[in-house]
């Protein structure tokens, strides 16, 4: 599917999760400008995966959400909303821990990039050293 825009997730024959991966696409590439579009897309994608955790729950989906909310994360940290991007990290890295390994060390740097905009520099330290002590995969 040829992901032009957040319009694309709605088509025919969309399944649940190529609608979620085109809004993330929307929300990760969408010029600045389109600023709030961009985050507009990254909600409907976070709103359309909980749907999808409930329905179908699994490291799959468990996964596809943690992405949406460290996609929103980003996002929000862009535009210096550090506050409201906080929360989002923290569920994604709540989220991956029973996963572990690349999921969780990406969620990790995420929440530590919140905390460091927010001047809690002892916390994000501490929220990288647990993603440096976290082994790589075989």
Do not use: F, Q
Not at 1 to 15: Q, Y
Not at 41 to 69: D, F, H, Q, W, Y
Not at 131 to 138: L, N, T
């Amino acid at each position: 599917m040829t992901r032009n825009g957040p319009d694309d997730a709605t088509r025919k024959g969309t399944s649940d999760v190529e609608a979620i991966e085109g809004l993330l696409a929307y929300a990760e590439t969408a010029r600045s400008r389109w600023g709030g579009a961009a985050l507009g897309s990254a909600n409907e994608a976070i709103a359309r995966s909980r749907v999808l955790v409930k329905e179908a729950p699994g490291e799959v989906t468990t996964a596809l959400l943690a992405r949406c909310l460290r996609t929103a994360a980003g996002l929000l940290l862009r535009r210096g909303r550090a506050t409201d991007a906080l929360p989002l990290a923290t569920e994604a890295v709540a989220l991956t821990r029973e996963m572990s390994g690349a999921p969780l060390v990406v969620s990790l740097h995420c929440l530590a990039t919140a905390l460091e905009a927010l001047h809690r520099y002892s916390e994000a330290a501490m929220t990288l050293a647990e993603a440096d002590a976290i082994p790589p995969p075989d």
